[in-house]
């Protein structure tokens, strides 16, 4: 599954596996069925989750994408947020603007 601004990918979910072509089992060396989240990150965020280690890890094609097994261990309000962000880093600023008046908005869960 994919998510995207106009054309842009900001987020992609998908399952690695036998059979399918995917960068965490060539990277990771790891023969595991995973799921694995896809998303963009800039700046120092991106500096840190280059060099967090498990559960992330830097697909090639991009400087700017990262990926995150996604498993029984997974923080869902970290995946919340860097998907925003990811977000953010794609949108125009118009939209962007908007996503920071929702969250600040005093219904924001």
Request: no cysteine; proline share 7%.
């Amino acid at each position: 599954m994919r998510w995207r601004v106009r054309t842009a990918t900001f987020a992609h979910v998908m399952v690695a596996q036998p059979g399918y072509e995917s960068s965490y089992r060539d990277i990771t060396g790891d023969d595991s069925i995973r799921t694995i989240l896809t998303f963009r990150a800039t700046g120092d965020e991106l500096l840190a989750l280059t060099h967090a280690g498990w559960p992330f890890y830097q697909p090639p094609w991009s400087p700017t994408i990262i990926g995150m097994v996604l498993d029984d261990q997974t923080d869902w309000t970290e995946v919340a947020e860097l998907v925003a962000e990811s977000y953010r880093f794609q949108a125009p600023q118009k939209l962007a603007r908007l996503l920071d008046e929702l969250r600040s908005s005093p219904d924001a869960p």
